[in-house]
């Protein structure tokens, strides 16, 4: 396919979204939750994994999980609903995979540090 999407008709309906962190060192992800229209079939209980590399998308149909499909066919509607929901929560910087939001509410970035009696980097040598 050399890095181009199919040209399926894919419509969906995005229900949900949730980020998910991944631990400590593994890739963030995004879990998407939505309907989707299929040649005038509606399959109500579609999931989708959507990390952040291109090309990187599994959907799953949850009432018939033997069935196959292509993440590549998914990825435009997916990203598009996944940037316009991370942009939503993050007004600054909307499209981000910043990790900073989780189950659907943004958090806050840590406050720079105030703290007047740091001596300025000389701690790593104090101890030999």
Same mark, same amino acid.
């Given at each position: 396919?050399?890095?181009?999407?199919?040209?399926?008709?894919?419509?969906?309906?995005?229900?949900?979204?949730?980020?998910?962190?991944?631990?400590?060192?593994?890739?963030?992800?995004?879990?998407?939750?939505?309907?989707?229209? !299929?040649?005038?079939?509606?399959?109500?209980?579609m999931?989708?994994?959507? %990390? #952040? &590399?291109?090309?990187?998308? =599994? +959907?799953? !149909?949850?009432?018939?999980?033997?069935?196959?499909?292509?993440?590549?066919? %998914? #990825? &435009?509607?997916?990203?598009? =609903? +996944?940037?316009?929901?991370?942009g939503?929560?993050?007004?600054?910087?909307?499209?981000?995979?910043?990790?900073?939001?989780?189950?659907? +509410?943004?958090?806050?970035?840590?406050?720079?540090?105030?703290?007047?009696?740091?001596?300025?980097g000389?701690?790593?040598?104090?101890?030999?």
């Amino acid at each position: 396919m050399n890095g181009e999407s199919s040209d399926r008709d894919t419509e969906i309906e995005v229900e949900s979204i949730k980020s998910h962190p991944n631990g400590v060192a593994g890739e963030p992800f995004r879990v998407v939750w939505f309907k989707l229209a !299929d040649g005038g079939m509606i399959r109500p209980r579609m999931m989708a994994v959507v %990390f #952040e &590399l291109d090309y990187c998308v =599994a +959907v799953l !149909d949850l009432d018939d999980p033997d069935d196959c499909w292509r993440g590549d066919e %998914f #990825e &435009l509607p997916l990203r598009r =609903a +996944v940037a316009a929901w991370v942009g939503s929560l993050n007004k600054e910087a909307p499209g981000q995979w910043n990790g900073n939001e989780r189950d659907g +509410v943004a958090a806050e970035e840590p406050a720079a540090s105030t703290d007047e009696t740091s001596t300025g980097g000389d701690d790593a040598t104090a101890n030999g």
